[in-house]
């Protein structure tokens, strides 16, 4: 099933004009490939701040009818008790 931003990638971009290139192991790989000129990625801003402000990359502005969200995950340790900060954080996420 495609997540959001497939889906806005090819709604936005025409595979058979932009094809697909390789993978990359990072965002950060991502993003300086992009740097050098090698295509177009969709990254989180963190990601990319660095580099637009050195002026290596820049934002595009997104449709504004379009929302663009990526899934979040909780992970723990199995077999050891969350710490009272990790409980507290998760109450935070969980019971806003």
């Given at each position: 099933?495609?997540?959001?931003?497939?889906?806005?990638?090819?709604?936005?971009?025409?595979?058979?004009?932009?094809?697909?290139?390789?993978?990359?192991?990072?965002?950060?790989?991502?993003?300086?490939?992009?740097?050098?000129?090698?295509?177009?990625?969709?990254?989180?801003?963190?990601?990319?701040?660095?580099?637009?402000?050195?002026?290596?990359?820049?934002?595009?502005?997104?449709?504004?009818?379009?929302?663009?969200?990526?899934?979040?995950?909780?992970?723990?340790?199995?077999?050891?008790?969350?710490?009272?900060?990790?409980?507290?954080?998760?109450?935070?996420?969980?019971?806003a």
């Amino acid at each position: 099933m495609l997540n959001n931003i497939s889906r806005l990638c090819s709604k936005w971009l025409n595979p058979t004009l932009l094809p697909a290139g390789p993978q990359l192991g990072s965002n950060e790989a991502i993003a300086r490939a992009v740097a050098q000129g090698m295509g177009v990625a969709l990254l989180p801003n963190v990601v990319t701040e660095d580099l637009v402000q050195l002026g290596k990359l820049i934002r595009l502005s997104e449709k504004k009818s379009d929302t663009l969200s990526r899934p979040l995950y909780q992970l723990h340790y199995k077999d050891r008790p969350s710490s009272p900060a990790a409980q507290a954080f998760e109450k935070s996420l969980f019971n806003a």
